[in-house]
């Protein structure tokens, strides 16, 4: 049974920075690709950024610059450095871990909470 366990979170002020970790464990596909996700209140679920097994990475336009995504291979396990925290970047994160060709297999973790105060 694949899991996903987030680490990190919890309340910042505005113009702070966090760290976020996610570890998997259990049958994940080594070569899957791995994401943070965010989701604030009345809103959907969007993306943050993403790492390939390659290290190839993409960062949504509103963390482009304030974000870095990094992935240890060997562990499984990705990590999140955002800086320059703004109040509109509280939200629960989460973790994904998803096949690179097969959508349908995917995997999430139950998300940690980040609060930036004005």
């Known amino acids: 049974q694949a899991q996903l366990v987030e680490y990190g979170g919890g309340l910042v002020q505005a113009g702070g920075s966090l760290s976020l970790a996610c570890a998997a464990s259990?049958?994940?596909?080594?070569?899957?690709?791995m994401g943070w996700y965010r989701q604030a209140p009345g809103t959907q679920r969007e993306l943050v950024a993403t790492?390939?097994?390659?290290?190839?990475?993409t960062y949504a336009d509103s963390v482009k610059g304030r974000a870095t995504i990094s992935r240890d291979g060997a562990k499984k396990t990705i990590y999140l450095q955002m800086t320059s925290l703004k109040p509109e970047d509280t939200a629960i994160y989460y973790c994904?871990?998803?096949?690179?060709?097969?959508?349908?297999?995917?995997?999430w973790g139950q998300g940690t909470q980040v609060t930036v105060s004005s």
């Open positions: 259990g049958v994940i596909y080594s070569g899957n690709n």
């Open positions: 994904r871990s998803y096949h690179p060709t097969i959508s349908a297999i995917t995997f």
């Open positions: 790492v390939t097994a390659a290290g190839t990475t």
